[in-house]
């Protein structure tokens, strides 16, 4: 099956706990995408990766690092987690980055005490 | 600066009853846009794209229509069922641009 996949789906976790969040996609796809949503600001973008070993930041990629390695996953590393990341994190990935349509993962809901 | 918002945040309608959801968009060299459908615990979903050389496209029960002179586009859902009940955003995307820009979204409640 066609599927964009991200773990945990939830985590609790405390401030300054270096933590990692998995994507992976199963659709050879190129582009890779990373999002936040927060309530009344909807879906952000954090990072993106138009392909292997190349990665850009979005609109809020202050505290976030991300990589991308091999073409199916792109990780997103949060080093010194702080509470206003406390967030529904989405992952999404689409074979062109620019006019195609990309297709999100399940989510992961973070919260950061 | 760009963005992609939406006319209502709530919109409830009656079950068996066609729904429209309205979003307009700021930046006129948009060409390509998509409606995805949000249920409670999941990611958004694709349910229909259009790109700019055409003004309405079908799908099943879906129909997206796109008017560019006034920047306006608007997702018809026709007899509108229980599972219909999600939040509904648009997004669009041009070329030169690596991102999706989202609507804020609106929440389709089916009222039974």
């Known amino acids: 099956e066609a599927q964009v996949t991200q773990n945990p789906r939830y985590l609790i976790t405390v401030t300054g706990k270096k933590l990692t969040v998995t994507c992976s996609q199963n659709?050879?796809?190129?582009?890779m995408s990373w999002y936040r949503q927060d309530p009344g600001l909807g879906l952000r973008q954090i990072y993106y990766s138009m392909n292997v070993e190349v990665t850009d930041k979005g609109d809020v990629p202050e505290g976030y690092k991300v990589s991308r390695k091999e073409k199916r996953n792109f990780p997103l590393i949060l080093e010194s987690p702080s509470p206003n990341q406390t967030s529904l994190y989405f992952c999404a990935s689409s074979f062109e980055a620019e006019a195609d349509t990309q297709y999100f993962g399940p989510g992961t809901r973070l919260t950061v005490l | 600066g760009e963005s992609v918002g939406l006319h209502l945040p709530t919109l409830s309608v009656q079950e068996g009853d066609n729904s429209i959801i309205n979003c307009a968009y700021s930046n006129s060299a948009s060409d390509y846009f998509i409606w995805y459908k949000q249920e409670s615990g999941k990611g958004p979903q694709f349910i229909i794209d259009i790109r700019s050389n055409m003004d309405k496209r079908q799908g099943q029960r879906v129909t997206v229509l796109l008017n560019k002179t006034v920047k306006h586009l608007s997702l018809q859902i026709a007899a509108t069922q229980p599972g219909d009940s999600a939040v509904y955003f648009c997004a669009e995307n041009r070329w030169g641009a690596q991102k999706l820009v989202f609507g804020q979204g609106t929440r389709l409640t089916i009222n039974p």
């Open positions: 659709m050879n796809h190129e582009y």
